[in-house]
């Protein structure tokens, strides 16, 4: 009975998998007339279902965290809560992105959830339930939602296909549901976008429209593993001028490059490692998860990525090879010193910038400050066991060499550089 279900829920996963749709099932179950208290499938014909199922039921309240963020928002709707149901059996807020409400909306929802009326549920939906309070969380259910199997989204697409009477091959809806990511929503835009021409899709139409598109990571990292700069470039900019999305871009390159990891380790099959070794993947790795992190700011949206494909170009292979490995018979201490060695000579060569940006990127959400002054300092390189950074005016090095400064600096530097350097204002 629904007196034994929890009155607040969250719903948490990827993009595109049905939370928002799973919401108003719920309300469903939690309204249906057709169905004993035992039951939870609705009946889909009752008069509650029907007007849930047509968007005109008053009781179900869907609100967008993004657009109602604030506290204001959430006072409103405590307001609300107190009102019993117009029809319905109970009255259902599904509240959807609601990660993105503010810290003060937060605890007006805290209370709420804490002593919610007899006939008020909350269905909480969320792809960042990392950035939801603790206190939030702990007065919900939470379920989560695991990215869609290719066998399910081809179970999907069928549905889809039958009522709307569209005809497509098996390998064709195997190709759709190997680009929609795992999301259902996904898989069916590309679907519904095919049929707009023809209610007959061909695979050869599937095929070109989505080389169109999408952008071909697996290609576009064939191109780097050969170091074909030029073509690689080229490669991102028709991405661009197809107005396509470059997180999403830079996502699917860091996906294939996480299966190349897999792969060598046989943990994975059916996927390639683009004859690279494990040092470039990691190396690709670094450059493309710090240009995805800058593209939010960037001034021209492109640059962080095309940097990191001039980047990959400009490293020498032999840089790239670890002097670890050498077969010389070396003692204990010599390995500890040469190890060093290479670890500073290989953040020099390939990813000093990357880490330095990393440096910049942590500080920042501790104290902004601090970051502004580096930000206006230049990066010199490591000399020793020493980063070197140029200081241009006095007021700005007497800030940076305090006390509290220097260890918050020296932290972040460590743990980025992954050594323990010691910081030389020059």
């Not at 960042?128 to 939602?145: G, M």
């Not at 294939?256 to 683009?274: M, P, S």
């Not at 700005?396 to 550089?417: C, G, I, M, S, Y």
């Amino acid at each position: 009975s629904s007196s034994k279900i929890p009155h607040a829920f969250l719903f948490s996963g990827p993009k595109g998998l049905g939370k928002t749709s799973a919401g108003r099932i719920m309300a469903k179950s939690l309204n249906c007339l057709g169905k004993t208290k035992k039951e939870f499938e609705p009946c889909n014909k009752c008069s509650l279902c029907q007007s849930i199922s047509q968007g005109t039921c008053l009781d179900l309240i869907e609100i967008d965290a993004a657009s109602n963020r604030g506290i204001d928002d959430i006072r409103g709707l405590k307001e609300r809560i107190k009102l019993i149901p117009a029809k319905a059996l109970k009255k259902v807020y599904v509240i959807d992105e609601v990660h993105m409400l503010t810290k003060e909306a937060f605890n007006a929802l805290l209370k709420t959830l804490e002593e919610p009326p007899e006939h008020a549920f909350f269905i909480l939906c969320t792809t960042e339930p990392e950035k939801l309070p603790d206190t939030i969380i702990s007065r919900c259910q939470q379920i989560n939602f695991q990215k869609a199997l290719g066998e399910e989204i081809i179970r999907s697409l069928k549905r889809v296909c039958q009522g709307e009477k569209i005809k497509i091959s098996e390998d064709g809806l195997d190709l759709i549901a190997r680009h929609s990511g795992g999301s259902f929503r996904d898989g069916v835009k590309i679907l519904q976008e095919l049929s707009l021409e023809s209610k007959n899709i061909s695979f050869k139409k599937i095929a070109d429209f989505l080389e169109k598109e999408t952008f071909l990571a697996n290609d576009f990292l064939i191109l780097l593993s050969q170091k074909d700069t030029k073509k690689a470039l080229l490669e991102l900019q028709k991405a661009v001028n197809q107005g396509l999305d470059l997180k999403a871009i830079t996502q699917n390159i860091l996906e294939l490059l996480r299966q190349a990891i897999f792969f060598k380790y046989n943990i994975l099959e059916k996927v390639t490692d683009f004859n690279l070794t494990i040092e470039e993947i990691k190396i690709l790795v670094d450059l493309f998860d710090q240009a995805g992190r800058q593209l939010k700011g960037a001034v021209i949206p492109e640059l962080p990525l095309e940097l990191a494909i001039l980047e990959w170009g400009s490293l020498k292979e032999d840089k790239i090879i670890s002097k670890i490995t050498s077969k010389k018979p070396i003692g204990k201490e010599t390995v500890k010193k040469a190890s060093l060695a290479n670890k500073e000579d290989s953040v020099s060569d390939f990813s000093l910038e990357s880490k330095w940006r990393r440096v910049l990127d942590e500080i920042k959400k501790e104290n902004k400050g601090i970051e502004a002054l580096l930000k206006s300092t230049k990066l010199k390189g490591i000399r020793g066991k020493k980063l070197e950074i140029e200081v241009f005016y006095k007021f700005h090095r007497d800030k940076l060499n305090e006390p509290r400064t220097v260890n918050l600096v020296q932290k972040k530097v460590k743990e980025a550089f992954s050594l323990p350097l010691k910081i030389e204002y020059v």
